[in-house]
């Protein structure tokens, strides 16, 4: 399968500075590069390829050693890339090089603003608006709140988090005051929600296509002026003085005079450059002690912990993180911070069975005993969505009325319960739509959803679509989907907000089936609803028998047992092409894609996806994406850096990435061809939501199929293998994979030995108190 190279990967790069862009510090533009090496619709992508998007590897190494200790005088500017880094102004070879820059779009463009880059636009034009998309989320969770109100009027919440005693279950009240509508959200510390949308009203149960939401209006102009004057006091730079006002509101320009580490709560702002901020303003005033400082770090903690997809951190870690930053006492910035809400502490209660009075077994050596569950931190949006989930998911199991349904395995126990999960490769999607077939039938109303709209199955719709209301029956007059049966493909890349969004949605009774292949990259948001739910196991678990056919299935299937192996390919499904450096995988990938691959395969340049590990570095998409461009679609780039016809990846919202083609542009902005839809990205998105889409990376990928997929890995890609990321890269193959080969042993390394790490979640030990009982009947 492999064949050596002779490269060698290099060490991976200091932490410091693979944060050099997500710190507002901006790469030196390639010249080839033009509008797209500013931004791009980067995915919150999965952890467990080891790295997330720009959080911490460790709370504690974010940052090197006195780096707090040279805070004191530095404000927020930018800074030069250093010699060793790629175009994009960041080293190739940090670990985890493709999450390293997978923050989303607004988080990329926040990185830039930060640096004082457009100072024409976010500065002085009031900031980014806020993307249609996010104010959908908005909208969503006012609907969250009238959906928990109807179930409460119905039979009362399912009892959760009654583990939580003093100081953690009042906060965890709080919350559930501000879920219900009864308090505001303004008591706990994280920034706030963007403004939403005007409330979204119910439509009957029909299928109905809504016209784009209205976005909300740019922060006042005065309330822009004035955070302009507190940052020029404090010498940090007028282009961000748009998105502070966006993040912090009316009335952001006392609130960071009082507290100029709420600086830190604007993406792409770094903690030293909102110490040299708060110097700036506070004089001697502050210290690495001060309240204000340890609890807006404990919150920007547990922000960046979110990117690599945990939803909460153990309270070690979190102290770890605090001395890495100077904090000199951080147990008591822990307890500050939950004193003062800006997070929430959690530990689960142990399940372990009582001893029937034996003394011998209460008195059993420490080395013997259960280790006791960990106190962990979080913020309260994700505790929300987890502790919603959960409800939610209970609910199904409750409600569905258990009926004898004829026909195989997963059909059988998908008419028997309210939630089953279904495993398997890329063959056995076959069954779930099958089954959604079979309830039609019944004269169920049943629906499919899927990830991305390059999949979509016969009257299926993505995810993204069914909750935005652009796609998928209509609500209720209770906030509910028309559904009897919905069937989730791709369950693997829900995130756990998406996925409370989502169950919230569905009425009592409704049955759930989520089908997806454990072994691919996860969300590319926070949490992992389908890895917990299985590990759960509280519901029926159908695993698949039926095996990926072909060479290329027999090599991904290999993969997920952790072997690579030599496959026989007589129709050239699999071809590696071994390259010495970062120049040759370019040229070699151009000319696969331009023409080796339609001449030998028949399969169109169009229809040929690129994918490589990271953005940045010689041969990362922005790289692969200029060569490419300048062979399939050569232009001037006259719309905002694009032209009709180029291919391109849109994030409408942070983690949420859609292909497509440029149709045309105009005033409005750039007219696209996604799948079976046209979109607008409005001009003012163009240059933050949009990037060439020839090239993507793994995670970017996930969820999707071409025929005919060229993965690139350069020798400084090494750092970013893990076994996940080679099987989804790989499994993104149809007909044909072309491996563009530069890591030497490290990929079979990955894929015997990289294991990628877990994210810390709850989602699990909730629903195992929830529906501990019977959870195993049915399970395969």
């Known amino acids: 399968m492999t064949e050596p190279s002779g490269e060698t990967a290099p060490e991976a790069a200091e932490p410091t500075e693979d944060l050099r862009e997500e710190a507002g510090e901006p790469p030196a533009p390639a010249a080839s590069e033009g509008p797209e090496s500013a931004g791009g619709p980067e995915t919150a992508e999965e952890p467990d390829t080891g790295g997330k998007p720009d959080a911490p590897e460790e709370p504690g190494a974010a940052e090197e050693p006195g780096a707090a200790e040279e805070s004191g005088s530095r404000t927020v500017t930018a800074e030069e890339p250093k010699p060793s880094e790629g175009p994009d102004g960041r080293t190739a070879t940090a670990e985890g090089a493709e999450a390293a820059e997978e923050p989303g779009s607004a988080e990329e463009s926040g990185d830039r603003v930060a640096a004082g880059e457009g100072a024409g636009g976010a ?29 409460a009027e119905k039979s009362g919440p399912v009892v959760s988090g009654t583990k939580l005693s003093g100081t953690a279950a009042d906060l965890l009240a709080a919350v559930r005051a501000v879920e219900g509508g009864a308090a505001s959200g303004s008591a706990f510390y994280e920034a706030p929600e963007p403004a939403p949308r005007p409330a979204v009203e119910t439509a009957p149960a029909t299928t109905v296509r809504p016209p784009a939401p209205e976005r909300p209006a740019a922060p006042a102009p005065g309330t822009t002026a004035a955070v302009r004057e507190v940052l020029v006091a404090g010498g940090a730079p007028e282009a961000l003085a748009g998105r502070v006002a966006a993040v912090l509101g009316e009335g952001a320009a006392p609130a960071l005079r009082e507290d100029p580490w709420q600086l830190l709560a604007v993406p792409g702002v770094r903690p030293e450059q909102a110490d040299g901020f708060a110097r700036a303003l506070l004089g001697p005033a502050c210290g690495p002690g001060d309240p204000r400082r340890t609890i807006a770090l404990t919150v920007w903690l547990l922000e960046r912990a979110a990117l690599q997809g945990h939803t909460a951190l153990e309270v070690q870690a979190v102290r770890a993180g605090l001395a890495g930053h100077a904090v000199p006492d951080p147990e008591q910035a822990v307890e500050t911070a939950v004193s003062e809400g800006a997070v929430l502490l959690f530990q689960e209660e142990e399940t372990a069975e009582e001893p029937d009075g034996d003394k011998d077994v209460e008195e059993a050596p420490a080395a013997e005993r259960e280790p006791a569950a960990p106190v962990l931190l979080g913020l309260d949006r994700y505790a929300l969505a987890e502790e919603s989930l959960a409800d939610g998911l209970a609910r199904l199991v409750r409600t569905a009325k258990a009926e004898v349904w004829e026909g195989g395995e997963l059909e059988r126990a998908a008419g028997a319960h309210g939630l089953v999960l279904h495993t398997g490769g890329e063959a056995a999607r076959a069954e779930p739509v099958a089954l959604a077939a079979a309830a039609r039938e019944r004269g169920l109303r049943t629906l499919v959803a899927v990830h991305a709209d390059t999949r979509l199955e016969k009257d299926a719709v993505t995810v993204a679509a069914l909750l935005s209301g652009a796609a998928g029956p209509g609500r209720d007059e209770d906030g509910a989907f028309a559904l009897d049966l919905l069937v989730v493909l791709d369950a693997p890349q829900l995130d756990v907000e998406t996925g409370a969004m989502l169950v919230e949605s569905l009425p009592d009774g409704c049955r759930l089936v989520l089908s997806g292949d454990p072994e691919v990259l996860g969300a590319p948001g926070a949490g992992r609803v389908f890895a917990d739910v299985l590990a759960s196991r509280v519901c029926p678990r159908i695993a698949s028998r039926v095996p990926d056919p072909g060479p290329l299935g027999e090599l991904v299937s290999g993969i997920g047992v952790g072997e690579l192996n030599q496959v026989e390919a007589p129709g050239k499904e699999v071809v590696i092409v071994p390259v010495r450096d970062a120049g040759e995988a370019v040229h070699r990938t151009v000319q696969l894609v331009a023409d080796s691959v339609p001449r030998a395969l028949g399969v169109p340049s169009e229809q040929t996806q690129v994918v490589t590990v990271g953005h940045g570095g010689s041969a990362g998409t922005r790289a692969l994406n200029a060569a490419l461009k300048q062979r399939l679609n050569p232009g001037p780039g006259r719309f905002g850096g694009y032209d009709p ?29 996604c799948g079976r839809d046209e979109l607008l990205v409005p001009r003012d998105r163009v240059e933050s939501a949009l990037r060439h889409g020839w090239a993507l990376t793994a995670h970017q990928a996930a969820g999707a199929r071409w025929p005919a997929v060229v993965v690139v890995l350069p020798g400084d890609a090494a750092g970013g293998l893990s076994r996940p990321w080679v099987y989804t890269a790989f499994g993104r193959a149809e007909r044909h994979l072309s491996v563009v080969h530069g890591v030497d042993q490290a990929l079979p390394r990955a894929v015997a030995e990289g294991v990628a790490p877990e994210r810390t979640t709850r989602l699990r030990p909730l629903l195992e108190a929830l529906l501990a009982a019977g959870g195993e009947e049915g399970a395969a």
């Open 123 to 151: 500065g002085d034009a009031g900031g980014p608006e806020v993307s249609e998309a996010q104010a959908e989320l908005a909208a969503q969770r006012e609907l969250r709140a009238r959906i928990e109100a109807r179930k």
């Open 645 to 673: 016809g180029d291919r391109v990846a849109y994030a409408p919202a942070p983690g949420h990435t859609v292909t497509g083609t440029v149709l045309s542009a105009d005033a409005e902005g750039l007219r696209l061809r």
